[in-house]
T-cell receptor, first 111, second 117 residues
Framework: SQKIEQNSEALNIQEGKTATLTCNYT??????LQWYRQDPGRGPVFLLL?????KEKRKERLKVTFDTTLKQSLFHITASQPADSATYLC??????????FGQGTELSVKP | GAVVSQHPSWVICKSGTSVKIECRSL??????MFWYRQFPKQSLMLMAT?????????EQGVEKDKFLINHASLTLSTLTVTSAHPEDSSFYIC?????????????FGPGTRLTVT
């Protein structure tokens, strides 16, 4: 069956450093991959989408890479700030819009 | 940006009663909406795909008679949890892709916290 794995442990980094989150998947060929931010008790907020034929996408301080051979995506937040502290979710999508989510990685940025 | 709302934001009900949760797209029309459930410290699990004007498509293992979905208009989908039990207590979230943009970009509602006592 399909499986998505994200860094299971919380990630603690110092303000100003780059946070790198990992998303690995098996038994699936997604049409695209998305990253979301989720704060406690709130719904996910869309951050970035990368399609299967794309290698890298950037948006302000965010960068995502997508390696369909390794079945892996890396999500980077550069110049991290305490306000970036949240849980980040990786999601794989099909052509119909259905998403399969990873369990999320909790990021904590210390001042 | 595209906004999706949910009502209520939280609800407490007694075991055996039914609860209706609304999902609205406020500034766009959504022919498709998705319903997810999230247990504490766990991932979002897709429950069903709601299609305007037709029956919902349920994921494997989701009881369609227990979780009734009605997509009555292009801006409203409802999820009714029938004969709720404590194990149905969870965070229910809907999402919708804005039709005027990339279909793959989805916007999520703020979620509804259901507690069944």
């Amino acid at each position: 069956s399909q499986k998505i794995e994200q860094n299971s442990e919380a990630l603690n980094i110092q303000e100003g450093k780059t946070a790198t989150l990992t998303c690995n998947y098996t038994n699936y060929s997604p049409a695209y991959l998305q990253w979301y931010r989720q704060d406690p008790g709130r719904g996910p907020v869309f951050l970035l989408l990368i399609r299967e034929n794309e290698k890298e996408k950037r948006k302000e301080r965010l960068k995502v890479t997508f390696d369909t051979t390794l079945k892996q995506s890396l999500f980077h937040i550069t110049a991290s700030q305490p306000a970036d502290s949240a849980t980040y979710l990786c999601a794989l999508g099909d052509q119909g819009g259905k998403l399969i989510f990873g369990q999320g990685t909790e990021l904590s940025v210390k001042p | 940006g595209a906004v999706v709302s949910q009502h209520p934001s939280w609800v407490i009900c007694k075991s055996g009663t039914s609860v209706k949760i609304e999902c609205r797209s406020l500034d766009f029309q959504a022919t498709t909406m998705f319903w997810y459930r999230q247990f504490p410290k766990q991932s979002l699990m897709l429950m069903a795909t709601s299609n305007e004007g037709s029956k919902a498509t349920y994921e494997q293992g989701v009881e369609k008679d227990k979780f009734l979905i009605n997509h009555a208009s292009l801006t409203l989908s409802t999820l009714t949890v029938t004969s709720a039990h404590p194990e149905d207590s969870s965070f229910y979230i809907c999402s919708a892709p804005p039709g005027t943009r990339d279909f793959y970009e989805q916007y999520f509602g703020p979620g509804t916290r259901l507690t069944v006592t």
